[in-house]
């Protein structure tokens, strides 16, 4: 018998709204409240509120956790100040991707790990075996954290309305403990729709209490309830990567055009870290003859590609798999993104087709992102 997907805190508040709810890496998750494309829209134009506490959070802390992770992840974690995170991968001896990670640093011996939801006991106990000779411990902290995000240019004005943190002085890529709505919350500037926003790791008996005084604060801007779907997309027209599609296990980052989140500088650990020597072969490789490279694609028609769909030359010669695909509300397009053969992806090349059950649809190949906020 399967297991029941998992609820986060606020699964009857979703109901209450609506919500089409959907089974996501084993959590009930809310896929969107009504029209996905308007959801969209709202993040693009004003803000939206988000579920988000399916991710996994794993807390590091001791004299020697810095250099647990410098070892058993690719970037260089030791640098990463107080206050401040860092995207990065967690990689298989033969660099292939297991996910990727942002890292928070919460103090001066203590590390927060978000990994996604699909891949977190794989992260946990991939830290765990790596973790030998280290003066650390690892703390599987998935039911100590509800996580809710408001992402868009709203976002800001309405998380002022009901917090006293500084969110002026807050970077991209940057966390600060703080109280929001009378809640205790690590308050981070991150997120994973290509717009501005904040995402809050609240405990969950507080879930409840923050989303509804965000959803009051945000009433006259706009604000809106997001699912899954919508994020989707967003993330999409971003080009951000999405762990099972662009990164698997059988890509290194430098295959996913991201070698740029290899550290091979970083000093801790005599320089060594899983997987170091398989990624200066992908390195090497990817500058001097990748076989493929991740590219946006662009319809100009209108049929909708999806993962997995070939992508075909002029001739109908297989060069390459889309990775993702949907309509983009923003350009009002079908995008997608996709691994091609390096003669096809450079953008602008011409006669780059994507067979959409047999129909050859042509695309217009682009660097990636599509899309891009005005700061």
């Known amino acids: 018998m399967t297991e029941a997907p998992r609820r986060t805190a606020l699964d009857a508040t979703h109901r209450a709204l609506g919500a089409t709810m959907t089974d996501f890496a084993g959590w009930d998750m809310p896929l969107r409240y009504g029209s996905e494309r308007d959801e969209h829209v709202a993040v693009r ?28 992840l690719v970037g260089n974690i030791g640098g990463v ?55 650390a411990a690892i703390r599987d902290d998935r ?22 943190a500084d969110l002026d002085g807050l970077k991209y890529y940057a966390g600060l403990p703080g109280t929001v709505a009378g809640v205790p919350a690590l308050i981070a500037r991150t997120g994973y729709t290509g717009e ?5 790791f609240v405990r969950p008996a507080d879930a409840v209490a923050l989303w509804e005084a965000l959803t009051a ?4 801007a706009g604000l809106v309830p ?32 991201l070698g740029r989140v290899v550290k091979f500088e970083k000093t801790s650990n005599g320089g060594d870290f899983v997987g170091r020597a398989a990624l200066e072969e992908a390195a090497a490789r990817a500058e001097s003859a990748p076989p493929r490279k991740l590219v946006g694609l662009i319809a100009q ?28 509300p923003t350009l009002g397009k079908p995008l997608a993104i996709a691994y091609v053969d390096a003669a096809h992806a450079e953008p602008g090349t011409d006669g780059v087709k994507v067979d959409i059950r047999g129909s050859h649809e042509p695309y217009e190949v682009v660097a990636l992102p599509f899309y891009k906020r005005q700061k």
Do not use: W
Not at 83 to 108: F, K, N, Q, S
Not at 217 to 220: F, Q, W
Not at 241 to 256: V, W
């Open 226 to 257: 997001c699912g899954l779907s919508c994020r989707d997309t967003l993330r999409l027209e971003a080009g951000m990567p999405l762990y099972g599609h662009e990164l698997t296990s059988a890509t290194t980052p430098f295959d996913a055009g």
């Open 301 to 328: 028609g209108r049929r909708v590609p999806r993962a997995g769909y070939p992508v075909v030359d002029a001739a109908g010669t297989v060069v390459g798999e889309v990775t993702s695909g949907a309509p983009s």
């Open 45 to 72: 134009t004003r803000a939206g509120l988000f579920d988000l506490s399916h991710m996994g959070e794993i807390t590091i802390t001791g004299p020697r956790a810095a250099d647990l992770l410098d070892y058993a």
């Open 143 to 164: 039911d100590a954290y509800a996580l809710l995000a408001v992402q868009g240019p709203e976002s800001p004005g309405i998380l002022k309305a009901v917090t006293d």
């Open 81 to 135: 100040k107080p206050g401040r995170a860092r995207y990065t991968m967690i990689c298989e001896a033969g660099g292939g991707i297991l996910d990727d990670l942002i890292v928070y640093r919460t103090g001066e011996q203590e590390y927060l790990v978000v990994a996604n939801a699909s891949n977190a006991q794989v992260v946990l106990d991939e830290l765990t075996a790596r973790a030998g000779g280290f003066d």
């Open 196 to 200: 501005d926003g904040f995402e809050l």
């Open 217 to 220: 604060a945000g009433k006259d």
